[in-house]
């Protein structure tokens, strides 16, 4: 057994040694130090079974050393006996809350004594060896992602903590970076969690490639990542390392032969500019992150004072939605859509109003939210039954054949019971299903995605009109007239000439209106609102007209007297 005594008085060392040699059941080797400083000095070079550690010494008391020791990884590796002329039971329970694995006051130390401690405090250090490597490795389970082996957000949390701290001594600034895979939610309902899982270990090395060592990375939860970025004197800093971010993970990915885009979106704070305390900093960077989201994905933003009121009214948005959709709040209003031949109602457009209230929002502002949070499903279906319902009465009522057209969003496309509801909802309120117009706009189709020209075919398969909506708006698309089954072509408000226009405009629209009737296509045009947008429409011979010059998106009991007075007009 290899043992070294740490013992500044060399009696003491000579009859401890001499205890240890007459013991003739086993051999040991044995080194002598004077002070603390030797005894770490060997321990460097030596590995040792047991050390007997005198409690006191001149310069520093043998219970540093311990502690020391103590502190290092693997407990410093070795079984350690406090060894005292004092025999007070209190220093006894001091050595070994500090992690000695015995006491022996010298007046007591005998042969047999001696030796029985050496054999115990072996054995009591092994079992606490095995103890703490066990705790170790739960503790290293508790802190780490078990797919990327990532620090987890609590882990992360702690570190960030720490860092600041640091920072707050030494008056450098911390960036942190706020990291979200875009689209990954459609890699996993598509490919499988399996692929998905494969795509963030990629996703994670290349990460990994444009940090230094330094740099804290860690996993959130799902596809959401977060890096501290330390000593930061410039933020151009943070816009190289995370540009380098954005670069690497928006190359292709592939697996199994198959190529898989994949970007991420980031967000970046820093302390102590944006926040001086971690859970408000990580607020302020996924704030951050989720403006880049909504410029467009792919980017990084860094954290502005106003995106904290944008963020919270989005909040206060979404949060409103959900409680009005639980008590069926919500408005539906409905503008007519007028025959131009027969000047008479042929349908009418559903079109989702908040509740009347003190704050009241626009279906600009709430629809991307609800779409966002993938409430728009449960909002869809509310308007699909609450606008059919109407639908039945007018047509019981007035007995004609009125349409009624319901946006569609991309999203609900995408929702495998979109078709389900419909046909039960007409079924439930007994209308003819060809009576019923779903416009879709065209960012549905930027991706091109196959599931939605599904979708599309069996919504049209199933007797429902599709209806272009917004045509000629920004990102418009000749092809999409061929590919997709469309029946209804709706020109866009922005197509309409001014009073008295002559130019390129009204060329472009006489130019659409006549490829469209050469194509079949039903045409509505959206946004009249003067008497020569309306002379036009009738000069091209445009099917149907929606607009303000007609009437404003109304409340059902409007439209009643509307189709009151169409009806008695017709006698």
Known sequence: M????????????????????SDGSQLHDITEVTCVTEGLSAIENTHFDIILLDYNMPKEDGIEMLLEMRAKPKLGNTAIIMISSSENSTLAIECIEAGAQDFLPKGDITRSSLNKALIYAKKRFEAEQRMHDSYLAVKHMA??????????????????????????????????LALDLDNF??????????VGDQILIQTVTRINHCLRRDEGFARLGGDEFAVIIGGISNINQIGMIANRILANVSEPFLHNGRTINCSVSIGSAIYPQDATESHELLKCADIAMYRSKQNGKAKISFYKEQYQYEFSRRVDIQNKIKENLEQENFRIFYQPVYCSKRQKISGVEALIRWPDSDISYTPDEFIPIAEECRLIVTLGEW???TALQQLSLWQTRFKIPLNLSINISPIQLQSEGLLAYLLAAVKQYDVNVNSIILEITETAFIKDNEEVTDILTTLSNNGFRIALDD???????????ISYPIDIVKLDKSMQSSDGE???????IEGLSLMLKKLDFDIVAEGIETQAQHNLCKQLEIDYLQGFLFSRPMPANDIDLLLTKNADDSI
């Open 2 to 21: 290899y043992i070294l005594i740490v013992d500044d008085d060399l009696v003491d060392r000579k009859l401890i040694k001499k205890m240890l040699i």
């Open 185 to 194: 939610k459609h890699i996993n309902d598509t490919l499988g969690h399996n």
């Open 471 to 481: 045509f000629g708006m920004g990102y418009s698309s000749i092809s999409h007239l």
């Open 502 to 508: 002559k130019g390129k405009r009204l060329k472009v």
């Open 143 to 176: 802190e780490r992602d078990q797919l990327t082996g990532l620090s987890n957000r609590y882990h992360f949390e702690e570190i960030l903590k720490v860092m600041i701290a640091n920072n707050k001594r030494t008056k450098n600034s911390v960036a942190l």
């Open 383 to 385: 308007i699909i039954s």
